[in-house]
């Protein structure tokens, strides 16, 4: 047993021994981690009653700011979301707008479209023929016209001072023809104007070297100004203004004209006989070796929606004096007593005259014009043109100049305005004034004193009309001033003619 004893003794202290070297390493606390609080902890609470009211009144005073900060921000939110929604709507009236201009400027598009491929366009041919394009056309064009110089007499010439009447003022029937360069033309017109007449109004034959440069020989019309160009079918007004009417009647001479145009110029040159269709005394014919010539150079230029064209014309030429034959000696007698006698002193000799020999005056005439056409849009259309024209013994169907029998040269002076407004395609008014002195150096003797007088014609024109495709029915009524009028006393003075015309055309 002692053995065991002293063993037993011995491992429990060598156990003893290591325990003892183990636990205090164990004992020592392990290093303490702060703790994690979700909340900050809460203040002391304050053991002075004035701190804790001063902290009470911070807190509401902080109250009060958050509730009336939060009451700006709801403001401000309203004015965003009326912000937004102001932008919104601007955004759509910016787009409406611009699809309404969009569709403006395509119906605008299509209808220049439309017109532009309506020129380009060949005419169908109405007659068949060897060449590539015969057109036949014509003009209708009958009136129911009233006026109030009219009276129920005659004139010495035997014409009729009656003007209430239906007359057929134009018959027209044209024949157009082109192969290639080469181009043809011929119209002839019937009306009732003077009775029934029949007669050729251009015929022409012509030849286009290229688009600068075109030549035509026959009876073209003359180039000068703008309302002598200007087509019966296009013209509103029923008639061209006098001054035109006097100066350059039937619009057409026999001659060569060589026109054109490059870029925005044209012009126009003709070397013609002188005596134009509607001349009184030798129309389409030529009394004398000398020629007229006229020429025209203008512009025309296109900016947006507005057209402007302006023009200048000149024509230089010859008038005819025409001569006297011989006449031989004439006995006349003068019953001065009214006794039925040959008495004494009653009988006379007028002597005879010698010939006299024709002779040729100078003739001039300088113009200017000028027109305005705006496009309104869905408004229509609007247009506005004018002409003025200085001449000198031009005169070829009112007032015939004949300075050789008067001893001076005649200076004729006219001018008109004009304004066409369409608001539709069928519809169009017009209004016009004209103006022409055939004679600004005119005078009267009375009680044997030379006085100047005004021989001056003038017309304010006012017109509507409906149009269709292929004609149109047109009213104008004119007032016009005529200084020709005599009183009972032989005063000059105005002669009173005013005009209702209607006018019923149908194109052909």
Known sequence: MAPVTVRSRLGFAICAAMLGAIVPAAAQPAPRRPAKSSSPPEPAPASDPEARARLDDQAAALAAADRKLAEQQQVIDGLSTALADARREQASLAAAQQALQGAIDAERKARLDAETAAKAAPPVPAVRATWPTLTLSGLVQIDAATRQSSEDELRQSGDLLNQDRVLLRRGRL?????????SGLAEIDVNTVNGSQVR???????????PWLTAAIGIPKIPFGFEVEQSDKERLFLERSTMVRALFPGEY?????????????????????????????????DPNRDKDITARAGVVAQIGRVDLAAGFSLLTG??????????????????????GVVGPNEVQVIPGQAATMSSSYDRFGVGADAQLAIDLAELGKLAVYGELIVAGNLDRAMVLPDPVVLGRDLRELGFYAALVYEPAAWSALGVRYDRYDPDADAADVRLGTLIPSDASLSTLSITGALRHAHGRLILEYDHNTNHSGRTASGVPTNLGDDAVTLRAEVQL
Request: charge should be positive; avoid cysteine.
């Open 174 to 182: 044209r024949l157009s023809a082109s192969y290639d360069k080469v």
């Open 200 to 210: 050729i109004t251009t015929a022409e034959a012509a030849y286009q070297v290229a």
């Open 253 to 285: 001479d026999v001659g060569a004209k060589l026109s054109g145009r490059w870029r925005f110029l044209r012009y126009a040159i003709a070397v013609q006989n002188g005596e134009p269709a509607g001349e009184r005394a030798f129309a389409l014919r």
């Open 318 to 339: 010859r008038g005819f004096h025409a001569g006297t034959p011989a006449t031989k000696d004439v006995l006349v007698w003068k019953d001065l007593n009214e006794d």
